[in-house]
């Protein structure tokens, strides 16, 4: 049984054995942070570039708010920041909308690259853009980010599986 992160809910463990999952990603963004040397995994279902409020009540809805929040609960956890890795599932252009919304899909990848580069979080793998829904899951087993859509194959967005790596460091 796996997860399931709705709109705007982040999860974050240390050892994760159990699979996470965003279903029906779209314009949103889905996140995984991945710190393999202490077995920190940070997941988060974004749906907005910008939040109204510097701290509202739901962190991960937002793409400002989503990347230092996730940050933050993952240190807590033991999780160095420059060890961290991103993969990034979604900011596709599912309606063509014209006026002061414009394509939130692409206004959400843009966010969120931008709060991970000024962090200095290395993205290993996106399957993003497009005109067409994806479910981004974590493989815990494996300690891989696995994107699916359909009619089409699954894709592995993580070239080498994210688990721990560190002596008795547990499996992720």
């Known amino acids: 049984m796996s997860l399931a992160i709705g709109l705007g809910k982040y999860a974050v463990g240390k050892d994760v054995r159990q699979d996470w999952v965003i279903y029906g990603l779209g314009s949103c963004i889905g996140l995984i942070l991945c710190e393999r040397w202490e077995g920190v995994l940070g997941m988060a279902h974004i749906v907005l570039p910008a939040s109204p409020e510097p701290d509202p009540p739901e962190p991960a809805r937002y793409a400002d708010t989503a990347v230092p929040f996730l940050l933050q609960e993952m240190e807590r956890l033991g999780a160095i920041p420059n060890r961290i890795v991103a993969f990034l599932a979604g900011g596709a252009r599912m309606l063509e909308i014209n006026g002061a919304v414009g394509d939130i ?68």
């Open 105 to 172: 899909g692409r206004r959400n990848l843009e966010a969120v690259r931008e709060e991970l580069a000024m962090r200095r979080i290395r993205v290993g793998g996106e399957s993003v853009g497009g005109t067409f829904g994806r479910t981004l899951r974590w493989n815990a087993a494996e300690g891989l980010a696995i994107v699916s859509r359909f009619g089409a194959a699954d894709e592995v967005l993580t070239p080498v599986p994210c688990r721990p790596v560190r002596p008795g460091g547990g499996q992720a």
